[in-house]
């Protein structure tokens, strides 16, 4: 059978030129067939030899900004993206272990100066020791005389039964017993209980745990006498080490080299990969040791390093996966093996020439742009499957393959072609987030479907007619045909569209609630960015451990001063705010030359120190009975107090006194004699750094650790110029939203240009939700206009479309001009409700048939979010970049059962039935695409598995809605359609020819009438 020459309808242009194009194309399939190979194994070519790979979470963000430019700046100044972390963790306080491990590891690090610099494992405090009472405030100071002159009477005269457990326990007592007499008891008094509390059980505990008494455990329940810096208070020896107050936890930083000789790539994979093997060797050595001690790597590049790593491999096994079962479904659905791989060839030209235009334009895959193969492998395969569906369908009624091909692209392919475009345009509202990352993950995307359906029309054609050439009708595959599900789709329209309004309602219900005058969504937005990487992942588990453990963490803002005085001043203000829990930085460490009066108690109170006798005093065994009776009376004190301090004291001795009741009497009078030996041990060593520190010159920065200040400060010699880095961190987990926005806005208002990865975060994954709600919009707007502007004829088109925008753009202008902004929002509402006016007043067909296509996205994406309520599931910064995909494919379903319904009524039909390769192809497309993304749920990494979630459950909601709603809809459209949709061709002809043609028609008018006198 041939082409038909005369049809129904006169087809587009659009559609006419696809017809020339692919029967041209199958006329010279082997020319075809090297060309585009040839531009395939091009693609491929520059893929492999130019396309980079970009790992740093700063290029996600747009560097016009002025935190990116901050950051960029703090960056490239103090080495912060190459800045590593490692943590030496053990189950329990070990701190000998930690300090061997991290002294090995520092030595190991400092050996390989070509992937690591600027190691900082401990720090030498003999300079700032020397120097630590210049670092006390004129208040400090005399805090530290006071207590000097209470433990005189310990020290110098030997009195060491007043620092006895049952001793402090007593003089507690009494204090509260005079407070109560007084009417009140300060909270200072219940502060020191609950530190001696804290001290004695936590004491006892760990002694009861490890069997042993333990120095590290102790925690002195006397207040120190210089208030200095943590760093300067970790050990009694000449050099510190970065540990937690529990001693679980060690922490080592250095530098990153990054590989020159790969700058494009991961720049710090070298040092890290060799970091881990180090760590490795470290560990395995120092396992004859007591305890367990286990070594991890983390910081911004680790982090980076393990999210790029974990994301790759969980594409290429997604990737792989879903290109086999999609294989196998469409073997399944077309009945054989030769088509379904025409297809799969047909999408992996059109990755490779994605790949290499990606190559080109973009020239770099980022974490984000790097799955967009998966998009393509579950939406591009539609295009060849509606093809072939169709070209199968039409050689079962005999056509002849040349006629087959271009008949297909005719007919199916304007439904493509439009497909193709929306779904372009959903991909690329991305490139309006602001952020670079979703940018170019949109506009790759974007140029993947083009290519997909330039593929569709330029490859697969040719590769048909070389195979189909040979083979007759009988023997090609039918076409998977549901007929008895065509019919019940539309047996009982009324019953049909009632049970989706009643679905679509208790999902509604699910997802969305109405309260003041606006509708919420009640599926939660998370811009945790931890919970998406890989759990299992050992940066995240390291950095998890840090949390914990109340060290450094990658999770600190960044303020820079360019004077010692500015940093000085931003470190008070930073410290005042609620959401602050401490700032490092090097200009508190360089403190200003105290005046004469304060200088002399300084050194007076330097030689009362050193005049103390050093030796350990013997002091006599504890008596547990003792201290059990004073701390239970101590007890009996403050149990009844609402004072928060009295209630955590009275918590921690109840559990002392649980445990000495438990614990037989000698061992529990060798546990308490160890810890007032420790008392005495630490009150001597309070004296013994005051005594050392004798040196009284001004403190400079040379005084200070080169690895440590390097992080902190920077100099120019020749302009002078001056960075001074402050590190602010927080007290709350700021991976989770409420905490950051809090954070980051109270920094600001210390600092307007405060940045670091809290900020980035912020501006980044925490209102990225609020940028798609605009572009969900602005991808609405243009979708309907595209989808109306197919529908619309051809001398409709510009009048529909051009006013509208051009009274929206004039609006635009004016506000511009008189208020200096631009409620963009408010002008595509405008421009879409005069475009609906003007579509209406013209024919109200075409506005119509542009709603109902919207359907299957509008109402699905209900059904999406009702399920993912209903299932606690979360949107979050990664899986919202699926949701323009979601709506594409939904109105995929739309275009091809809307532009089925048009032809049908264009033919004359009444009513409307789905036709064999509508419904055919709209479940085999949606039923791959859940495949084909739903083969990212093997994904580790959380983020890529959420994605796979999101578009099987979305394209399940949109497919659910075409099949129960579309078709009962279309039924009623078809059966109430005032008439025909073609035009009415009105022909002018001159006066005079008209009134010799009215002759003529009025003649003929009256012939049979003259006929019918005379026969009667």
Not at 231 to 244: P, R, V, W
Not at 280 to 306: F, M, N
Not at 498 to 516: H, I, N, T
Not at 832 to 856: E, H, M, Q, S
Request: charged share 20%.
């Amino acid at each position: 059978m041939s082409r038909p020459q005369d049809n129904a309808t006169t087809r587009s242009l659009p559609a006419r030129f696809l017809g020339w194009t692919v029967a041209t194309v199958s006329a010279r399939p082997r020319l075809m067939l090297w060309l585009v190979l040839l531009v395939a194994c091009g693609s491929v070519g520059i893929t492999v030899t130019q396309l980079q790979l970009r790992t740093s979470r700063s290029d996600l963000m747009d560097p016009a900004q002025k935190h990116a430019k901050t950051w960029k700046q703090y960056a490239d100044t103090f080495g912060a993206e190459s800045d590593l972390l490692i943590t030496v963790q053990t189950p329990g306080p070990n701190g000998k272990l930690i300090q061997s491990v991290i002294d090995d590891l520092g030595q190991r690090l400092e050996r390989e100066p070509e992937h690591f610099g600027n190691v900082l494992s401990r720090v030498d405090l003999t300079a700032m020791r020397e120097k630590a009472l210049l670092f006390l405030s004129p208040r400090e100071v005399q805090k530290t005389a006071q207590l000097i002159g209470q433990y005189d009477t310990v020290v110098q005269r030997q009195n060491w039964n007043f620092v006895r457990a049952e001793m402090l326990a007593n003089t507690l007592r009494t204090k509260i017993a005079r407070g109560q007499q007084d009417g009140v008891v300060s909270d200072e008094t219940y502060q020191a209980v609950e530190r001696f509390a804290d001290s004695l059980s936590g004491y006892m505990k760990n002694a009861l745990e490890t069997g042993k008494v333990e120095k590290t455990a102790f925690r002195s329940p006397l207040p120190d006498l210089m208030q200095v810096a943590a760093d300067q208070k970790l050990t009694d020896s000449k050099t510190a080490y970065m540990l937690n107050p529990e001693n679980t936890v060690g922490v080592v930083q250095v530098t990153a080299i990054r590989n020159s000789k790969v700058p494009t790539e991961d720049p710090n994979a070298a040092a890290i990969i060799r970091l881990r093997e180090l760590a490795a060797e470290v560990e395995k050595a120092h396992e004859s040791q007591p305890g367990d001690v286990s070594i991890r790597v983390t910081g911004i590049p680790a982090l980076e390093h393990d999210e790029m790593h974990s994301t790759s491999v969980d594409m290429r096994n997604a990737g792989i996966l879903a290109f086999f079962v999609v294989g196998g479904m469409l073997f399944l659905a077309f009945r054989g093996i030769r088509h379904p791989m025409l297809a799969l060839m047909t999408l992996i030209v059109a990755l490779c020439w994605t790949f290499g235009a990606a190559t080109l334009v973009v020239k770099h895959l980022n974490i984000i742009s790097v799955c967009f193969p998966i998009f393509l492998i579950g939406l591009g395969i539609d295009f060849s499957v509606s093809f072939i569906n169709k070209y199968l369908t039409l050689r079962q009624e005999l056509y002849e393959l040349p006629d087959a091909l271009r008949e297909t692209a005719e007919t199916t392919g304007g439904g493509i072609l439009v497909s193709a475009i929306t779904t372009a345009l959903a991909f690329s509202t991305a490139m309006l987030t602001g952020f670079p990352g979703l940018a170019e993950l949109g506009l790759i995307s974007a140029m993947g479907v083009l290519l997909c359906a330039a593929a569709t029309f330029i490859f697969l054609p040719a590769l048909v007619a070389l195979s189909d050439a040979e083979y007759d009708v009988e023997a090609l595959p039918q076409p998977f045909s549901p007929a008895a599900l065509r019919r019940v789709l539309v047996a009982w329209p009324a019953v049909s569209i009632s049970f989706a309004v009643v679905l679509l309602a208790f999902f509604g219900y699910q997802a969305f609630r109405y309260s003041d005058g606006t509708v919420r969504c009640l599926v939660n937005y998370n811009p945790n960015l931890i919970k998406l990487n890989d759990p299992t992942a050992e940066s995240v588990k390291a950095e998890r451990s840090l949390e914990e453990s109340g060290s450094d963490t990658v999770l600190y803002a960044v303020s820079v001063a360019g004077t010692w005085e500015e940093a000085s001043s931003l470190r008070e203000k930073f410290l005042k705010l609620g959401s602050v829990a401490r700032v490092s930085d090097i200009a508190s460490k360089l403190p200003d030359r105290p005046d004469q009066q304060t200088m002399q108690l300084l050194q007076s109170l330097q030689q009362r120190a050193e005049n103390i006798p050093r030796t350990v005093p013997s002091i006599p065994p504890a008596d547990h009975m003792a201290i059990g009776k004073e701390v239970d009376a101590l007890y009996a004190a403050v149990r009844k107090s609402s004072n928060p301090s009295a209630t955590r004291a009275s918590a921690a001795l109840d559990k002392f006194l649980t445990d000495l009741s438990e614990t037989p009497g000698r061992k529990s009078i060798a546990i308490l004699s160890g810890y007032n030996d420790m008392i005495a041990r630490w009150l001597l060593l309070e004296y013994s750094e005051i005594a050392s520190a004798n040196n009284f010159s001004p403190v400079a920065p040379r005084d200070l650790p080169a690895e440590l200040s390097s992080r902190y400060v920077w100099a120019d010699r020749n302009t002078k110029e001056q960075r001074w880095v402050l590190r602010v961190y927080p007290k709350e987990d700021i991976w989770d939203g409420a905490a950051l926005n809090t954070f980051v806005d109270e920094l600001r208002t210390v600092d307007a240009q405060v940045t670091g990865v809290p900020v980035q975060n912020l501006e980044s994954a925490g209102r990225m939700h609020l940028t798609y709600a605009s572009i969900g919009l602005y991808a609405l707007a243009v979708i309907s206009l595209v989808l109306l502007f197919n529908y619309l004829r051809p001398g409709q088109k510009l009048m529909t479309i051009l006013p509208p925008v051009a009274v929206a753009a004039f609006i635009g202008y004016t506000l511009f001009q008189r208020n200096g902004t631009i409620n963009t929002n408010l002008l595509v509402v405008i421009c879409l409700g005069l475009v609906a006016f003007i579509a209406a007043v013209l024919d109200y067909r075409n506005l119509r048939d542009t709603l109902l296509t919207l359907v299957p996205s509008l109402a699905g994406g209900i059904l999406m979010l009702g399920a993912m309520a209903l299932m606690g599931l979360e949107l979050n910064p990664v899986n919202l970049i699926a949701l323009p995909l979601v709506f594409a494919i939904g109105i995929d379903n739309g275009i091809y059962l809307v532009s089925d319904c048009r032809k049908q009524i264009a033919a004359g039909k009444d009513s409307f039935e789905p036709s064999a390769d509508t419904i055919s192809s709209m479940l085999v497309t949606s039923l791959t695409s859940i495949v084909g993304f739903g083969s990212l749920m093997i994904a580790a990494h959380q983020g890529m598995f959420s994605i796979g979630v999101l578009l099987s459950l979305g394209v399940a909601s949109s497919l659910l809605i075409s099949l129960i709603l579309m078709p009962p809809l279309l039924v009623l459209v078809a059966k109430h359609q005032p008439a025909s949709t073609e035009p009415v061709r009105i022909i002018r002809r001159p006066e005079g020819e008209a009134e010799a043609t009215t002759g003529k028609d009025t003649a003929k008018q009256a012939a049979p009438q003259q006929k019918a006198k005379k026969a009667a």
